[in-house]
C-alpha cells in the first residue's frame, strides 16, 4: 500500500492524505510506475471545485513523472528501471482524431477514467478513480503503454513533471495553435503559471512584442524575467494597448480561465488577430462577442486543448529548448514540497502565491 491524496466530494478543501491506496495491476497494455515528482496545477484545483468534472473518489494530480516499475505482457519500448513523463491524454492510435493528426483530442482513454476505478483502498475491489486516469497524487499509479514518454535518466524528475501539463499547454499554444512566426506582437492575459509558459514560447518563437496583462503587479517582474517584453493592469490597458499595438496585437492568449479574460483578449487582438484561449473557464460563464466585429475584422477565436500537442513528438523538443538553455524550468518551480504538504500547497495556489509547488516522493 502506498501514500495518496483522494478527494471525496466536490467543494472540499482539503484533500485526504491516505497511505492505503494501492493502483490496479497492469493489464497486458498497461506500465505501473512509481511517482518520484508531481505538480499542483490548478485543474487539480478546478476539479475540487467542479469547474472540471471528475467519478470521485478520485486521487487528483494529473502532472507527474517518474520511473516504471512494471509492464505488461504487451508491452514495447518501455522496461522496468524507464524514467517516464506522465501523459493525461494517451492517444488510442486509430480513431478519427489520431488518424488526422490530432491526437490530443482522443477521447478514449480519458473516457474510460470515467468510468473505471484505477485504485483500491486498503483490500477492497478498486473503487477509488484517478483524475484523467492518471490519479498522479500518489506514489504509484498504473496506466496505458501510451500514457508514458520516455525521457533520458538526467532530466531532473521535478522538471520532467511539468513537461506532463504545464509547459506543453503553454508552449503549445504558441508553437502548435498559433503557430507563431518571429515579429509577431503578443499579448497574454494571465501572468500565472502556464501564462508564464507561453511567455517564454512566444519568447523563443521570435516576438517582437510580448504584453504581459495581470490584475496583480507583483507578478510583473517574474513576466518580464521569463520574456514579456511590457506589462500592463487592467487599469491601464487601454493607454499601454495605444502605445504599443494601436492596431491591435497579432495573438493573444487568454490563460485565465473566465470569460471575462477572454473578451478582454478579444479586444486586444488587431483586425486578422486571433485569440488563443487556454484557460478553461467554468461551464456556467458565457462570453459575449460582436458578430459584426468578429467577421468584418477578420478575428479569430480558437481553443488550445493541451497546447495541440502530441508528446511524443513535443517533450523531445521541450528537453532540447532546456539543454540549450533557451527553456527555463528551474524558476517556475516555486516550492518543492513533501506529500504532507500538499493540502498547504492547494491553499497557496488558490490565493494565487506560487507559480508551480512540486511534490517530490520519498
Known amino acids: 500500500m502506498a501514500r495518496a491524496a483522494v478527494l471525496h466530494a466536490v467543494g472540499d478543501k482539503t484533500l485526504d492524505l491516505r497511505d492505503d491506496i494501492t493502483p490496479i495491476d497492469p493489464g497486458p497494455d498497461d506500465v505501473r510506475v512509481r511517482i518520484r515528482a508531481t505538480g499542483v496545477c490548478h485543474s487539480d484545483l478546478s476539479v475540487m471545485t467542479g469547474v472540471l468534472p471528475a467519478t470521485l473518489p478520485a486521487v487528483l494530480g494529473h502532472e507527474g513523472a517518474g520511473e516504471v516499475v512494471a509492464?505488461?505482457?504487451?508491452?514495447?519500448?518501455?522496461?522496468?528501471?524507464?524514467?517516464?513523463?506522465?501523459?493525461?491524454?494517451?492517444?488510442?492510435?486509430?480513431?478519427?482524431?489520431?488518424?488526422s493528426g490530432r491526437p490530443y483530442l482522443c477521447t478514449v482513454f480519458v473516457g474510460r477514467a470515467f468510468r473505471d476505478a484505477k485504485f483500491r483502498q486498503g483490500d477492497?475491489?478498486?473503487?477509488?478513480?484517478?483524475?484523467?486516469?492518471?490519479?498522479?497524487?500518489?506514489?504509484?499509479?498504473?496506466?496505458?503503454?501510451?500514457?508514458?514518454?520516455?525521457?533520458?535518466?538526467?532530466v531532473p524528475f521535478e522538471y520532467a513533471a511539468l513537461l506532463g501539463c504545464g509547459l506543453p499547454t503553454g508552449l503549445g499554444a504558441v508553437f502548435n495553435t498559433a503557430a507563431l512566426r518571429p515579429g509577431a506582437t503578443v499579448a497574454v492575459v494571465g501572468a500565472g503559471g502556464v501564462g508564464l509558459s507561453v511567455i517564454q514560447g512566444a519568447r523563443i518563437a521570435g516576438a517582437s512584442?510580448?504584453?504581459?496583462?495581470?490584475?496583480?503587479?507583483?507578478?510583473?517582474?517574474?513576466?518580464?524575467?521569463?520574456?514579456?517584453?511590457?506589462?500592463?493592469?487592467?487599469?491601464?490597458?487601454a493607454d499601454v494597448k495605444a502605445e504599443l499595438a494601436p492596431r491591435g496585437f497579432d495573438h493573444v492568449f487568454e490563460v485565465v480561465g473566465r470569460a471575462a479574460a477572454i473578451e478582454t483578449a478579444y479586444g486586444l487582438?488587431?483586425?486578422?488577430?486571433?485569440?488563443?484561449?487556454?484557460?478553461?473557464?467554468?461551464?456556467?460563464?458565457?462570453?459575449?462577442?460582436?458578430?459584426?466585429?468578429?467577421?468584418?475584422?477578420?478575428?479569430?477565436?480558437?481553443?488550445?486543448?493541451?497546447?495541440?500537442?502530441?508528446?511524443?513528438?513535443?517533450?523531445?523538443?521541450?528537453?532540447?529548448?532546456?539543454?540549450?538553455?533557451?527553456?527555463?524550468?528551474?524558476?517556475?518551480?516555486?516550492?518543492?514540497?513533501?506529500?504532507?504538504?500538499?493540502?498547504?500547497?492547494?491553499?497557496?495556489?488558490?490565493?494565487?502565491?506560487?507559480?508551480?509547488?512540486?511534490?517530490?516522493?520519498?
Not at 505488461?72 to 480513431?95: E, M, Y
Not at 478498486?126 to 497524487?137: D, E, R, S
Open 71 to 99: 509492464v505488461g505482457d504487451r508491452v514495447t519500448g518501455i522496461r522496468p528501471g524507464d524514467h517516464v513523463v506522465i501523459n493525461w491524454t494517451p492517444n488510442c492510435g486509430v480513431c478519427g482524431y489520431c488518424d
Open 124 to 154: 477492497a475491489d478498486p473503487g477509488v478513480y484517478a483524475m484523467a486516469g492518471c490519479g498522479t497524487f500518489a506514489e504509484e499509479i498504473t496506466v496505458p503503454r501510451l500514457g508514458v514518454i520516455k525521457i533520458a535518466d538526467d
Open 209 to 237: 512584442t510580448i504584453l504581459a496583462v495581470d490584475p496583480n503587479t507583483a507578478k510583473h517582474p517574474t513576466a518580464l524575467d521569463f520574456g514579456a517584453t511590457h506589462t500592463a493592469t487592467l487599469d491601464d490597458l
Open 269 to 362: 487582438a488587431g483586425r486578422g488577430g486571433e485569440v488563443i484561449v487556454v484557460g478553461v473557464a467554468p461551464g456556467s460563464e458565457k462570453v459575449t462577442l460582436n458578430p459584426f466585429q468578429l467577421v468584418f475584422d477578420g478575428k479569430t477565436v480558437k481553443g488550445s486543448l493541451y497546447g495541440e500537442c502530441d508528446l511524443v513528438r513535443d517533450v523531445p523538443r521541450f528537453v532540447n529548448l532546456w539543454r540549450a538553455g533557451r527553456l527555463d524550468i528551474e524558476r517556475l518551480i516555486t516550492r518543492r514540497i513533501r506529500f504532507e504538504e500538499l493540502n498547504d500547497a492547494i491553499a497557496t495556489l488558490e490565493r494565487g502565491e506560487a507559480i508551480r509547488q512540486v511534490v517530490l516522493f520519498d
